[in-house]
């Protein structure tokens, strides 16, 4: 199956909306194509979890160009990590790609419309238990095991090696990479500002992934 590779992090809203808009275009065309995703955990770049005030500033921008995608945030819980949701789709992808995808898209519709705290392993399993197919008891077993701590670290090494300036980045199957696909932004002031957007792109990326079989 012919697989487009994409470094993320669960909680950053650029990655969330490029992750949503190349689901929604694959399956629009009816295109075979997995998505792998390489985890970038902003907390080891930046030493921190991202500050709430800049995540609620990037969410105020993106929501209009996806209203569906985000919803009015209530709660006062937040993360203190993402290691563990990140843990967890490693050990999904122990069951194919597609496992993995399911419950990668799973955890970021719950943070970002319903809010839950991603860091508490009863939530991560709550929402595991959401996605069809998904053998629990495989992934409970893998999870627990904490090899896939091991792969989330390496899998991150990997990307810092290969090359990245930021996320999220696809990496296309004849070595180009893509920052941030289909957005042009500026920042200032400490603000982002969406300058221009084309949505053409998923379609290319994906179509350039489709012709070159795994």
Known sequence: ????????????????VCVLRLR??????????????????????????????????????LAPLEP?????????????????????????????LRAAEELD????????????????????FAIAATVPGLDQAALREA?????????????????NRRGIDGIPTVYLPDGQRVLNPGLTVRWVQGLPHVLAEDQTIYERLLRAAAAHPG
């Open 1 to 16: 199956m012919p697989v487009l590779e994409v470094a993320t992090d669960l909680h950053c809203p650029w990655s969330y």
């Open 24 to 61: 929604r275009v694959r399956d629009a065309l009816g295109l075979d194509v997995a998505l792998r995703h390489r985890y970038w955990p902003l907390e080891l770049v930046n030493g921190r979890v991202t500050a709430p005030y800049l995540l609620l500033a990037e969410i105020a921008v």
């Open 68 to 96: 569906t995608a985000f919803a009015l945030r209530e709660a006062d819980e937040w993360p203190t990590t993402f290691l563990p949701a990140f843990e967890l789709v490693k050990a999904a992808e122990l069951q194919g």
């Open 105 to 124: 898209a799973a955890l970021r519709r719950a943070y970002f419309v319903e809010h839950q705290n991603l860091s508490l392993r009863t939530v991560l």
């Open 143 to 159: 999870y627990d095991s904490g090899r896939t701590r091991r792969v989330v670290l390496e899998e991150y090494e990997a990307l």
